[in-house]
């Protein structure tokens, strides 16, 4: 059973980059069976795709952050990254990191998410 | 890519069936039948609820279904319980393996 958890600051200060890890259970990170994504949900607002990633290191990306966001993944460590750079205010939200299994298109196990707040 | 849209709130009493509706474009909804479906109560992280348009994970109710016709997709709860009041989103593949999520409904059991 898959088990995701997400870590990072809290407080980033704008211009900043945002940088998150997800850290693996459970799991192999490299296992061919699985893409690995962000997704983020300002307060009180709806969900957001910002990205994924496949062991391989092939990447994808929601085409409104895509200049902004670079995601990578750590084999050795079971983990994957986010980092998003030239943070606003705008960019306030609870980060979630979650798995998709290949073939399927949909993000069956997430993290409990972590709040980034974006301020001096 | 723009949001799925949904209504942004829908209620039912117990007992009673709710249908929510998430219309996209031939982009998205229309062109997969890659539809998803997920709860989130207050302060957790969301739950799938339903995958590939119809198709429930194991441990789903199956007061839970789905459908989709052309560009909307729809979800519907029978037998409202209390446990179900909660947040629901949409989401579709989008090709070059994107993502689109709905802007969300909140379903409020009476």
Redesign the interface.
């Known amino acids: 059973q898959l088990q995701l958890q997400e870590s990072g600051p809290g407080l980033v200060k704008p211009s900043e980059t945002l940088s998150l890890t997800c850290t693996v259970s459970g799991g192999s990170i490299s296992s061919s069976s699985y ?1 690995w ?1 962000w ?1 983020r949900q300002p307060p009180g ?5 910002i990205g ?1 990633i496949y062991y391989s290191g092939s990447t ?5 952050l895509k200049s902004r966001v670079t995601i990578s993944v750590d084999t050795s460590k079971n983990q994957f990254s986010l980092k998003l750079s030239s943070v606003t205010a705008a960019d306030t939200a609870v980060y ?1 990191c979650a798995s998709i299994a290949v073939g ?5 196990c ?4 972590t709040l980034v707040t974006v301020s001096s | ?1 723009s ?1 799925l849209t949904q209504p942004p709130s829908a209620s039912g009493s117990p007992g009673q069936s709710v249908t929510i509706s998430c219309t996209g474009t031939s982009s998205d909804v229309g062109g ?1 039948n ?1 539809v ?1 479906w ?1 709860q989130q109560h207050p302060g ?5 609820m339903i ?2 348009v119809s198709k429930r ?1 194991s441990g789903v109710p199956d007061r839970f279904s789905g459908s989709k016709s052309g560009n909307t997709a729809s979800l519907t709860v029978s037998g409202l319980q209390a446990e179900d009041e909660a947040d629901y ?1 949409c ?1 579709s ?1 989008a090709d ?9 409904t909140k379903v409020t059991v009476l």
Request: charged share 15%; hydrophobic share 20%.
């Open positions: 893409y994504g997704i607002k709806g969900l957001e795709s994924s994808y990306y929601n085409p409104s979630y399927r298109y949909y993000f069956d997430w993290g409990q998410g | 890519q949001a997969y890659y998803s997920y957790k992280a969301p739950k799938l995958y590939e994970p989103y989401s593949y070059s393996n994107n993502y689109v999520f709905g802007t969300g």
